[in-house]
């Protein structure tokens, strides 16, 4: 029999009843398995074992013989089996040329560059990443923009040190959480008389 050349990630799920092997893409892991192939030399090795339990052991040298012929024929079946199973999954597969990883058409592999997505990612779902992170990172800036910071270290007053959780200063009692707002574009320091921002002239 020739040598079988493939996919080196592959379970044998073979029994004594038959043939089946699963075959996984190096790249993400998907699995293939193939049909059951019914094992006949496994089928005979049973109907004698059957036989001689029935019977109280008259069969038991044929059941013996079968096993023999079983082990040796089972094996043989076996590789014809894998064989088969290759030819039958391999469609799904592709060798990449550049790093000679098999990977499934279906996920990894980009038809279009002739090279698997591990060494030629999809352009386009590449840029859609890009733009969602891009998304996320400008929401992340505007609320850290917006949130409001209350937390002061000294009165804007006097200058005496307080308390995160005062409402007024202990040293000269002015209230520690007025804020004076520009009435026409809410932006303005507390001791302003007009507008740094508008130059609207506050009240």
């Known amino acids: 029999m020739a040598l079988i050349k493939f996919v080196r990630n592959h379970s044998d799920l073979s029994t004594d009843r038959g043939f089946q092997f699963e075959f996984s893409c190096d790249r993400c892991g998907t699995g293939y398995q193939t049909s059951f192939q019914p094992s006949a030399t496994g089928l005979v090795s049973e109907v004698l074992d059957t036989a001689s339990g029935l019977l109280g052991g008259l069969f038991s040298s044929a059941a013996t013989v079968g096993d023999r012929v079983h082990s040796v024929a089972w094996e043989r079946a076996r590789d014809a089996a894998f ?20 990977v499934c058409r279906e996920s990894c592999w980009n038809a279009s560059r002739g090279l698997c ?87």
């Not at 391999?90 to 060798?95: E, H, R």
């Not at 990443?129 to 917006?146: L, T």
Request: glycine content about 6%; some cysteine; charged content about 25%.
């Open 117 to 203: 997505k591990e060494c030629a990612p999809d352009l386009g779902v590449e840029q859609a990443a890009v733009e969602s992170q891009v998304d996320v990172e400008e929401v992340q800036a505007k609320a850290r923009q917006s949130k409001k910071r209350t937390a002061q270290a000294a009165c804007p007053a006097c200058g005496a040190a307080i308390s995160a959780s005062g409402k007024f200063c202990p040293e000269c009692g002015a209230a520690l959480s007025a804020e004076k707002h520009c009435t026409e574009c809410g932006k303005m320091p507390a001791s302003a008389k007009f507008c740094p921002d508008c130059g609207a002239k506050q009240s």
């Open 83 to 102: 064989q088969k199973a290759v030819e039958e999954v391999k469609p799904n597969f592709v060798q990449c040329p550049k790093c000679v990883q098999w």
